[in-house]
């Protein structure tokens, strides 16, 4: 007899009904009969929206050139000057190319083992320049004034000092008119848990003698010991204020508004990030990856009361092993990238879906040779378009643009773009067959072919599969060929973007089953939903 054999869950369904919409990232550590809906609970290479849920492919990379010495690319220096003239730096084992979107222009040589960092928020604007270090410490600070590269001249405290020897520094960030540098190296002695502060208004006056105190002005260069004594792993500014993270240690705020008064006070204990670049700044909250985990620092006035959130969460058993993060955020996008090392892979944290109960995450592979293993990684201004993108590179000199075209593939290779849904179970022991569905999707100007597996688990497990084309729609000719007022062509352009509903049907009995959604493409493609209609018996 009929009964009720509704899918548990909050999908949108009736009794033989399950209409698949999605929107949610992975969440891998969750039952998968415990995910929302519109998570999946494997799956790669999918974008994210606030306010779209299709299932659609993230953008492929771009190679945009290949350094003219083709050696390893080691670093990045963004310049954006007060009248908007934007200037990229490109490290590619020891020459420093300036990129201007289509050629190499050697600007000078440094160590090829060096790691040059000229971030955006090194940009010193008084000056119009972008000041370099070096992740590495085997070379000065540099700075970038969009013609010429060269080494900073420092003095000490009232600048009438010459600075002895080398001064060369692994991070720095710019906060209330000063330049402060951490993990430093001053002539050839390494000094790996301290920040140097620069004179305000001045980034060339630093001090290596001056401790905040109430002796000094309040425009004083200045010097500070980490507490811990740890090495600086992480520097960031952050809501008018300086965080900092000791390698396997704690995270510490820098209190203060001058000379006089500058001190630390520890955040959150056992806290530091892994790796040389695993914390970033992200608008509003700084984020940091630790050993098996990503963490949030609230974005709080009551810094020592803060709790850390774990943003992994959701990715917890997948992530657990891994121990040093690049991490790397673009403003534009909303996008944070997280590469660990060895692992071949981008985790990407789309935050505009945090706290709306959903996941946020996508794994981004690649079967382009360069295996998401970068060399170096940067957010950067495109010097042609003046749009923040963000770079990579890898071993032989290849320059990438992460966010690259939208049609084309990972640099020629198809992207397999791949969800699978939640487990759908019924009640009442029923058993499902007699399945039909249909596949929503948004015509493109370009073809591309989904596979729907049916993965049966229950009483009997095994799969079954069919394959659907999300036809595009070929370009008209104008006035010619009746193309005119014909065949969906209006003055010779295609009825494009429209949705599209293609049936279909698949053979299969079972208690339980999940919904693999595939597509290996080098095209876009955007499915609005899946539906699924079924008859039962118990």
């Not at 320049?129 to 060269?150: P, R």
């Not at 630790?290 to 949030?296: F, H, M, T, W």
């Not at 803060?306 to 969460?313: K, P, Q, R």
């Not at 209006?490 to 693999?516: D, H, M």
């Amino acid at each position: 007899m009929p009964t009720d054999v509704t899918p548990k869950g909050n999908v949108r369904q009736n009794a033989d009904t399950i209409i698949l919409r999605f929107g949610g990232g992975l969440r891998t550590r969750a039952s998968i009969m415990d995910v929302e809906d519109r998570e999946c609970v494997e799956g790669q290479n999918f974008d994210l929206d606030l306010q779209n849920f299709a299932f659609r492919p993230r953008k492929p990379f771009d190679k945009i050139g290949t350094a003219t010495n083709g050696a390893e690319i080691r670093g990045f220096a963004s310049l954006q000057k007060a009248d908007g003239t934007i200037s990229m730096l490109v490290q590619a084992g020891n020459t420093v190319y300036q990129w201007n979107g289509s050629t190499f222009t050697s600007k000078g040589t440094v160590s090829a083992t060096a790691q040059l960092r000229g971030r955006l928020s090194h940009n010193w604007e008084l000056d119009d320049v972008v000041i370099i270090t070096d992740l590495n410490l085997q070379e000065q600070v540099y700075q970038w004034n969009g013609s010429t590269l060269s080494t900073v001249t420092f003095t000490k405290n009232d600048g009438s000092t010459s600075w002895t020897g080398e001064f060369r520094a692994k991070y720095c960030t710019i906060d209330a008119e000063r330049v402060m540098f951490s993990n430093v190296n001053d002539n050839s002695t390494h000094y790996p848990h301290l920040i140097v502060g620069s004179k305000r208004g001045s980034y060339t006056i630093i001090s290596n003698d001056q401790r905040p105190s109430s002796s000094l002005s309040e425009e004083d260069a200045f010097f500070l010991v980490q507490p811990d004594l740890r090495p600086i792993n992480g520097f960031v500014g952050a809501f008018n204020k300086v965080v900092t993270s000791s390698r396997s240690g704690a995270t510490f705020q820098l209190t203060g508004a001058s000379a006089k008064d500058f001190a630390f006070i520890p955040l959150y204990p056992r806290s530091g990030a892994t790796g040389t670049e695993g914390v970033v700044y992200a608008g509003n909250d700084v984020y940091y990856g630790r050993q098996g985990r990503i963490e949030s620092l609230a974005a709080t006035q009551k810094f020592g009361d803060v709790e850390t959130n774990d943003l992994s969460e959701d990715i917890n058993d997948t992530i657990e092993t891994y121990t040093d993060w690049t991490a790397v955020y673009n403003e534009r996008t909303q996008k944070v990238y997280w590469m660990p090392t060895g692992k071949n892979q981008l985790w990407v944290l789309h935050k505009s879906l945090l706290g709306l109960g959903i996941s946020p995450w996508s794994k981004w592979v690649t079967a382009d040779a360069v295996n998401m293993d970068f060399t170096a990684m940067m957010n950067c201004l495109d010097p042609q378009d003046g749009l923040e993108y963000v770079f990579a590179g890898d071993e032989n000199g290849n320059l990438y643009k992460i966010e690259g075209t939208t049609n084309g593939g990972d640099n020629t290779s198809a992207v397999k773009t791949e969800r699978l849904s939640k487990l759908f179970t019924f009640n009442s022991s029923a058993e499902v067959f007699d399945f039909e569905g249909w596949i929503l999707f948004q015509q493109k100007d370009v073809t591309a072919t989904i596979t729907i597996r049916f993965e049966y688990n229950g009483d009997s497990i095994f799969n079954e599969e069919i394959t659907e084309t999300l036809s595009g729609v070929e370009a008209a000719a104008y006035f010619s060929g009746g193309a005119y007022f014909s065949g969906g062509k209006y003055f010779g352009k295609a009825v494009s973007g429209r949705l599209t509903r293609r049936n279909w049907g698949i053979a299969g009995r079972s208690n339980e089953f999940q919904i693999r959604l595939t597509v290996d493409s080098k095209n876009d493609f955007e499915v609005a939903e899946l539906g699924v209609r079924f008859s039962a018996s118990t």
